[in-house]
């Protein structure tokens, strides 16, 4: 490892000296802490980096609106200036690793603090404390009763489970136990994210100056505003929307770990890839093909979901009924893919999703993914009404003539508003009898379960005969003739 090369990583870019007592800033840029940090000093440095970059991709056709900007940061306390908790350790370790190196002239002294350059107590601390296997030290600490263990961490032990697995395929454990080799380990350590623990991918610094993958900290503002470590409150999912990398972190992971680094994204891109083999599936309500849907994204797995989507060429996903309220059935395996036309971001993280249905589908197979259905699906389309069908009875225009009467007589009768509110959300009944079928669908008063009946059907004609025969049902109720309309 090329010890130079890193202490070269670990300069102040506005001093130019070694950094001392290191803060990091939200642009992304480290300076030694005594240095008036806000706003940031550096010259070449533009604090807002131009307009937030929209998170899905340039050729998406879907209108992203980015959340109101973050409320600006409460100005960090002047008399003790947080330190950046990794770089921090980092120069401790290397300047311990330095003076080991100078006094090692065949006097084999234990690394006595006592000669070491004036650094910060922090700094003291951690060089006292070094040890060879901290590697293990700390995934046990954080694993058994560590600050962040006490409530809400699923997400934390699925990401850890997740990680270990992946670890356990890596083939950087090295087997022998060098000075070059525990150095190694040590800065390894330090580079890792305390919330996957892996190898840190784009790390971005909190303003506790925590440091942790940039999408590792995305899935922990889904669940709560809390720094996974410290616990201190941590300003807004918006703020950490297209954040800036710690550069001085990120350059130390390309120098230092070179090919580890390029295999972690790697390794995440593949994951993302997989991720999108198979449709995700939002498990929340029954909709028809072809009608626009307003949806509040707000529990962490479909922010996550909804985060994948949108990274597609064509961002859509499925979306099922749940399961029917008190029987013991699954999911229902049929559905409606639903095309994302805009997104609105809002300031946490939750967003408004408008949304137009394209087709139907079948679940064949499915399964879970960080929570969220995801499945293989095969779509569902009509079939002509060949003969072969053998279809008798009323044609696709009596059908839909029995339709409208019963609408005009809803019209006419106690409930105006219901055929309005059609018109109004969905617009003038479809002239083409299998949108017509869904159309109608929509109002008549009946369980939606009922309703999703109509999904399977890959016959207008058979559709709509069931809608006729839901309306001949509605017709010789009772409660219906006395009036009385539940939508
Ligand atoms: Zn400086
Ligand atoms: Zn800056
Ligand atoms: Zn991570
Ligand atoms: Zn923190």
């Not at 060879?132 to 006490?150: I, N």
């Not at 807004?236 to 120098?255: A, C, R, W």
């Not at 929509?442 to 006729?468: Q, T």
């Not at 509605?474 to 219906?480: G, P």
Request: with cysteine; hydrophobic share 35%.
């Amino acid at each position: 490892m090329d010890l130079k090369a890193l202490g070269a990583v670990l300069r102040c870019p506005l001093c130019n000296c070694p950094l001392r007592s290191p803060t990091t800033l939200t642009c992304g840029h480290t300076l030694c802490s005594h240095h008036q940090t806000a706003p940031c000093p550096l010259p070449q440095c533009t604090p807002q980096n131009g307009p937030p970059r929209p998170r899905n991709r340039p050729t998406s056709r879907v209108q992203y609106l980015p959340p109101p900007p973050p409320a600006p940061l409460p100005p960090a306390s002047v008399d003790v200036p947080k330190l950046d908790v990794s770089i921090n350790k980092i120069i401790a370790l290397l300047d311990r690793v330095f003076q080991d190196n100078d006094t090692d002239s065949g006097d084999d002294d234990d690394d006595d603090a006592g000669a070491s350059p004036p650094l910060s107590p922090a700094v003291r601390q951690r060089s006292d404390s070094a040890s060879p296997s901290v590697r293990p030290r700390k995934r046990q600490r954080l694993l058994s009763t560590g600050p962040e263990s006490d409530d809400d961490n699923d997400l934390l032990s699925h990401l850890r489970a997740s990680s270990a697995r992946q670890r356990e395929i890596d083939p950087h454990s090295p087997p022998d136990n060098s000075p070059e080799d525990s150095l190694e380990k040590e800065l390894l350590t330090e580079l890792s994210c305390e919330i996957c623990f892996m190898l840190l991918y784009s790390p971005v610094t909190t303003p506790c100056q925590h440091t942790f993958c940039g999408k590792c900290l995305y899935r922990s503002l889904d669940h709560n505003n809390l720094c996974p470590l410290c616990r201190d409150a941590l300003p807004g999912f918006s703020f950490f929307e297209d954040h800036p990398v710690n550069q001085i972190l990120e350059t130390l992971l390309v120098t230092a770990f070179p090919e580890m680094y390029t295999e972690r994204g790697e390794a995440i891109a593949a994951e993302e890839r997989d991720a999108r083999l198979d449709t995700p599936i939002f498990v929340c309500m029954l909709i028809f093909p072809g009608h626009p849907t307003a949806l509040h994204f707000f529990e962490p797995r479909y922010r996550l979901m909804l985060r994948r989507c949108l990274e597609q060429e064509v961002p859509s996903f499925g979306m099922i009924m749940p399961a029917r309220p008190g029987a013991a059935g699954a999911q229902p395996d049929y559905g409606t893919m639903l095309e994302i036309r805009s997104v609105q971001m809002l300031a946490d993280g939750r967003s408004m999703v408008e949304t137009w249905s394209t087709f139907r589908f079948r679940i064949l197979e499915r399964g879970t993914l960080d929570g969220y259905t995801v499945g293989r699906i095969e779509r569902i389309d009509d079939v002509p009404d060949s003969p072969t069908l053998g279809l008798t009875g009323p044609f696709n225009e009596e059908l839909m003539e029995i339709c409208t009467a019963f609408l005009l007589q809803l019209r006419r009768g106690t409930a105006p508003w219901v055929v309005q509110r059609l018109h109004n959300v969905h617009g003038p009944p479809p002239d083409d009898p299998a949108a017509f079928s869904y159309w109608v669908a929509l109002v008549l008063p009946i369980d939606d379960y009922e309703k999703a009946k109509l999904l399977p059907i890959r016959s207008a004609r058979l559709r709509l005969r069931l809608v006729v025969h839901w309306i001949e049902q509605l017709n010789s109720n009772w409660w219906f003739a006395s009036g009385c309309v539940v939508v």
